[in-house]
């Protein structure tokens, strides 16, 4: 008798598609709980999320079995790309919006976490150090009130967030000598540490400015919100 086996798509497997599907049904909740409709950067943006998705099931899955790193680079490669979009319709179609920043800003956030796994298991777990500095950011926020004050959005913020990705992604890639990845990624992670830490030096010497000129019961912006501006200063500026 005659027997088909199904081959894995994309190199997926069971732990992929699991992983993949737990993503999608959790974007879904998290977007459409906050609006109903899509705008068309929010459709760009939305088209690099499903793209960091597939990134992130194929990275799950590559913890299981060897998966195909072309396609994780070139999967990744797309969704950076992408990122220099979604700024642009949203400036020409006069339709930026809070929510639009916050979600492209997510977007970039995970895929440089996902990256970051990736890249670890070859140069070392403290490459997650960079996938992990901006939620231990926003979750230093919860306990350290100043931390929620939002720094003013800096241009530079930007661009050490692209040189992440980029850096990533090419260590992930193999095709350079593994020295040369380690120095490119200590090199993008001290770039990090430095954008981060002069925001929160900023923060800690305005700290009590920032008790003053809150009313009372009126909680300052959350820390999240300084990439926001950072984001909406983008789609401003359509770049």
């Known amino acids: 008798m005659l027997q088909v086996r199904s ?42 999320a499903l793209l960091v998705g597939a990134v992130t ?9 060897p998966g195909p790193v072309a396609v994780i680079v070139a999967i990744a490669s797309v969704a950076l790309v992408l990122d220099l979009v979604d700024g642009r319709v949203a400036r020409r179609s006069g339709t930026a919006s809070e929510f639009g920043a916050r979600f492209d800003m997510e977007v970039d956030s995970f895929l440089i976490l996902a990256l970051s796994i990736y890249v670890s298991r070859s140069l070392g777990w403290w490459v997650l150090a960079i996938g992990a500095m901006r939620y231990t950011y926003v979750a230093a926020g919860w306990v350290f009130s100043w931390l929620r004050r939002p720094a003013p959005p800096r241009y530079w913020c930007k661009v050490v967030a692209a040189i992440q990705g980029i850096v990533l992604t090419v260590a992930a890639s193999g095709l350079l000598p593994w020295i040369v990845n380690l120095v490119a990624v200590a090199g993008a992670l001290a770039l990090l540490i ?3 830490g002069r925001d929160v030096v900023w923060q800690w010497r305005h700290r009590d400015r920032g008790r003053r000129s809150a009313p009372a019961g009126v909680d300052v912006p959350g820390p999240a919100q300084r990439p926001v501006a950072v984001k909406q200063l983008r789609k401003a500026g359509g770049v």
């Open 7 to 48: 081959a894995p798509v994309l190199g997926l497997g069971v732990t992929g598609w699991i992983t993949g599907g737990l993503f999608v049904m959790a974007l879904c909740a998290l977007v459409f709980r906050k609006v109903e409709r899509l705008g068309p950067a929010d459709r760009v943006t939305m088209t690099r």
């Open 194 to 196: 430095e954008s981060f």
């Open 57 to 65: 099931a194929l990275i799950a899955e590559n913890f299981v079995r």
